[in-house]
């Protein structure tokens, strides 16, 4: 993978939190940044305080262009991350996540449930009372009952329902649940200001309208929340092949600069690499969301056939030629990606 000359490289595999985003910070400082990013982000979520802040933090930045490339797992917060991205690279195996915000359950240590718990709950005994009511209404005055005793006749059999079932809703749990989901909607819009790439009532959507916190959100669905969303460039695609052991789940690693080889140039200044496949600063914009292949080349999966990829660190270029390459799986995250110090 060639290095794009106005383009910093990130990997972030980690929980979303407060000190990823110290980390992060702390890594943002110790060199001169170009104008534009592509973050390769991994993780299961975590705070939405902390996506909040890793988002303005990389906004802060790379004011010119963001990129967030996904090639496994970035649910939760991490789309809340992904939400201020200019543009969205998702690979084939790649997926986001709804952002209904977990809370601590006060009766069991260390289990969550969703902010949207409660407010499902009180739509299904809406609806139940509602059926209840309009039932015994009909079958009233099917027995020949005036239509205001049926009523008063339905009316008291419906309240008869409700009531053991609505006074188990504790109600300041309930304004702690509805404070949760207001949070992802604050910090989703607030983010969406940055990169406008949310479609209308996308993040409505995002909050509300998926079953389960797990719910698989592909490259297909994301095109129908966001207006820019591209399959893995072949670059990004070989990159993340070659390392799928440090993609194909979210890992707790510190942010990590890619450090990538310059194109070679001949002495008229022009470039010698001639392969189509190298990078460029995306996918043009008529490009198909949905749009993959059925080998490693554009969609991030990990059964490469391509040749090594390699990744300098200040080591290997002390070492020579040992150690510049390092066969998948063989070292750790560290070794592989040039972590720059200060």
Same mark, same amino acid.
């Given at each position: ?40 982000? #991994? ?6 305080? !902390? ?5 303005? /933090? ?8 963001? +990129? ?5 797992? /970035? ?7 992904? &939400? ?27 289990? +969550? ?9 009180? %739509?299904?005994? !809406? ?19 005036? #239509? ?28 702690? =649940?509805?404070? %949760? ?9 607030? =983010? ?16 509300? %309208? ?6 698989? &959100? ?14 893995? #460039? ?57 749009? !993959? ?6 969609? !991030? ?9 390699? &990744? ?13 390459? +390092? ?16």
């Amino acid at each position: 993978m060639s290095e794009d000359q106005d383009r910093d490289y990130l990997v972030i595999s980690a929980p979303i939190s407060r000190h990823l985003h110290g980390q992060l910070s702390d890594l943002l400082a110790t060199r001169p940044l170009k104008p534009k990013a592509t973050v390769f982000l #991994t993780t299961y979520g975590g705070d939405p305080d !902390g996506g909040y802040r890793i988002a303005r /933090c990389l906004r802060h930045h790379y004011k010119a262009g963001l +990129r967030v490339a996904v090639p496994s797992w /970035c649910k939760s917060a991490g789309t809340l991350v992904a &939400i201020a991205a200019d543009e969205l690279a998702i690979g084939d195996r790649g997926e986001l996540g709804p952002l209904d915000v977990q809370v601590f359950k006060g009766s069991e240590l260390l289990e +969550r449930s969703s902010g949207l718990d409660i407010t499902e709950a009180l %739509a299904f005994v !809406g609806d139940h009372v509602r059926a209840g009511y309009h039932s015994m209404l009909k079958e009233a005055r099917r027995m020949g009952l005036s #239509t205001k005793l049926a009523s008063d006749m339905a009316a008291h059999i419906g309240a008869a329902i409700a009531a053991p079932l609505l006074t188990q809703v504790d109600p300041l749990r309930l304004g702690e =649940l509805q404070r %949760a989901t207001r949070i992802a909607n604050d910090y989703g819009g607030r =983010l969406d200001a940055y990169s406008q790439n949310l479609k209308p009532e996308a993040l409505q959507s995002l909050i509300g %309208a998926y079953p389960s916190h797990s719910f698989v &959100i592909d490259r297909k669905e994301a095109g129908e929340l966001f207006h820019r969303v591209y399959p893995l #460039t072949e670059a990004e695609s070989r990159f993340v092949a070659a390392y799928w052991v440090f993609f194909q789940e979210a890992r707790d690693e510190a942010p990590q600069f890619l450090e990538l080889p310059k194109t070679p140039t001949n002495d008229a200044g022009a470039s010698n690499e001639s392969d189509p496949e190298a990078p460029n600063d995306g996918v043009p914009p008529d490009a198909d969301p949905e749009a !993959g292949s059925d080998g490693p080349g554009n969609g !991030g999966n990990p059964q490469s056939s391509g040749e090594s990829l390699r &990744i300098r660190s200040r080591r290997s270029r002390g070492a020579g030629q040992e150690g510049a390459s +390092r066969e998948p799986g063989k070292a750790g995250l560290q070794e592989l990606l040039h972590s720059v110090k200060s």
